[in-house]
């Protein structure tokens, strides 16, 4: 059976596509799958160094449509986790190296060879936009909750709408300190201005920094709670469609949640 | 909940979000209205046809624009009458 091509998408820069696509790939691995993560982003290539993988590229994603390496060559494998796989983007080739027709043909391919294909798509609706879209069997749209960020969400969701993809949100960055004093909005907002399906629900987490920063992939981090929340979104996509989401909340000592016991109002 | 967010409910002060929301919802609102002049056009020539059934218009002089202003935003249309067309007849049974 041939595997599935699942876009990671936003439109705003900066929400954590790059952050979410590693550690759902490395979840999804460790679950079991055959997965390769590609980096979309022509010129400015990421993912390499999220997943700690920078000093092992030989060829990247242009040299395949180019046809000057094979998939394989260019597939770098993880080896802290077995069946992940990463194909880096250009670093020095045009946004434009790339036509959609191409990456039809790529993505045909690699479903062949993988389980689960993740595109780690580019901020903005250009080429690298597009060029992930046409591959693409499904969608997962991320947002902080933020009001430009949401509004850029909406506008990416009804592009999807337009390809025949009725994508998934996952809500990045919460502080769930900040969205119990009302200076937040929460997912319920989020999900009700957007009125599109969640997959998941990610807090502000220092593990994603600490994670960056030594190239040490986030699920393999005991501690981190965006970590568990990357796993549970991985078990989703992956045959769990119905696992429940779970709410990040404050952490609360045992005299505050005897307090909130007697405050809460609904 | 902390001593300060509970001060807030109490003073029934809305946190920030809440104009968060609602600058959303209305940036979406008028996202959704930022409609193609192409689309506009089509608008105009399927109502020029239909109106035309019922009435004799001038063409020339109809005019179509989205007026948006800070509280709803309306289709306007404008058009002069020249002449009504006859009822036309409903056929005998
Ligand atoms: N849940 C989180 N907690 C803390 N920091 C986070 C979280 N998610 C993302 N970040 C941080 O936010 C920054 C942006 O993340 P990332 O590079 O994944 O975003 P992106 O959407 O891929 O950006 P771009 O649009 O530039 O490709 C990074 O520094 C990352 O470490
Ligand atoms: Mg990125």
Excluded at chain 1, 29 to 54: F, P, S, T, Y
Excluded at chain 2, 73 to 82: C, G, K, Q, V
Aim: aromatic share 4%; net charge positive.
């Amino acid at each position: 059976m041939d595997g599935k091509v699942i876009v990671v998408t936003s439109g705003k820069g900066g929400v954590g596509k790059t952050t979410i696509t590693a550690s759902i790939g490395a979840a999804l691995a460790l679950q079991g799958k055959r997965v390769v993560v590609v980096d979309m982003d022509i010129g400015l290539r990421n993912l390499d160094v999220v997943m700690g993988l920078e000093n092992r590229i030989v060829f990247n994603i242009v040299d395949i449509i180019k046809n000057r390496c094979k998939i394989k060559q260019a597939a770098i494998k993880d080896r802290r986790i077995d069946n992940l796989f990463l194909i880096p983007a250009s670093q020095s080739d045009d946004k434009d190296a790339i036509k959609p027709e191409n990456m039809v043909w790529l993505a045909n391919k690699l479903r062949k060879e993988f389980d689960i294909t993740l595109l780690d798509c580019p901020a903005g609706i250009e080429q690298g936009f597009r060029n992930s879209v046409v591959a693409a069997d499904e969608a997962l749209v991320v947002c902080t909750p933020e009001v430009s960020s949401v509004r850029d969400a909406d506008r990416i969701i009804g592009l999807l709408y337009a390809q025949s993809i009725s994508p998934k949100l996952i809500v990045n960055r919460i502080v769930p300190k900040m969205v119990e004093n009302g200076d937040m909005l929460s997912h319920e907002d989020v999900v009700d201005v957007l009125s599109i399906d969640l997959i998941g629900l990610i807090e502000m987490d220092d593990r994603v920094v600490v994670s960056a920063n030594t190239g040490m992939p986030l699920v393999l981090q005991e501690d981190s709670k965006a970590g568990k929340a990357m796993q549970r979104i991985a078990m989703r996509l992956d045959g769990h469609p119905d696992l429940p989401i779970e709410n990040p909340m404050i952490q609360k000592g045992f005299w505050k949640k005897l307090g909130s016991k007697f405050s809460r109002k609904n | 909940m902390n001593f300060n967010s509970l001060l807030k409910k109490l003073m029934n002060k809305p946190g920030s979000k809440t104009i968060a929301k609602k600058r959303l919802q209305f940036a979406l609102l008028t996202d959704k209205l930022e409609i193609k002049t192409d689309t506009l056009a089509d608008l105009q020539r399927d109502l020029v046809d239909v109106i035309s059934r019922y009435f004799e218009i001038d063409k020339q002089s109809m005019k179509i624009d989205i007026q948006r202003s800070e509280e709803h935003s309306a289709l306007i249309f404008n058009t002069p009458i020249i002449a009504a067309h006859r009822r036309r007849e409903i056929p005998a049974t």
